[in-house]
């Protein structure tokens, strides 16, 4: 069974960074696009990064540009979120998904086929 699992959530002062890791077992990914989403509480899910299949593509939301940066080591099938600067407005449960996207800019959650259980991340002043 294919599956996605999250690590490396925490709290952390505002300033601080984390990297969260996406892991990939039971199928290979190499043929998937992977994203990373975070809710908020009361919040929709929203789509914070993606990367190509091939790590060649990126795609950034504007509140996360220059802060945060995703990547792919599809040799160990393992997807990365490093995150820089975090302020309190990052604070959120962040989720990694994959699919094969037609863009790395795709907001609907229903068009992702695999989901991790998500990771928490909380970020104080």
């Known amino acids: 069974q294919a599956q996605l699992a999250e690590s490396g959530g925490g709290s952390v002062q505002a300033g601080d960074s984390l990297m969260l890791s996406c892991a990939a077992s039971g199928r290979t990914f190499n043929n998937y696009d992977m994203a990373w989403f975070r809710q908020a509480p009361e919040k929709e899910r929203e789509l914070v990064a993606a990367i190509s299949r091939s790590g060649l593509a990126k795609y950034y939301i504007d509140s996360v540009k220059g802060r945060f940066t995703i990547s792919l080591d599809n040799a160990k099938g393992t997807g990365y979120l490093q995150m820089n600067s975090l302020k309190p407005e990052d604070t959120a449960i962040y989720f990694c998904?994959?699919?094969?996207?037609?863009?790395?800019?795709?907001?609907?959650?229903?068009?992702?086929?695999?989901w991790g259980q998500g990771t928490q991340v909380t970020v104080s002043s």
């Open positions: 998904a994959a699919a094969e996207l037609t863009t790395l800019s795709e907001v609907r959650t229903s068009a992702y086929k695999y």
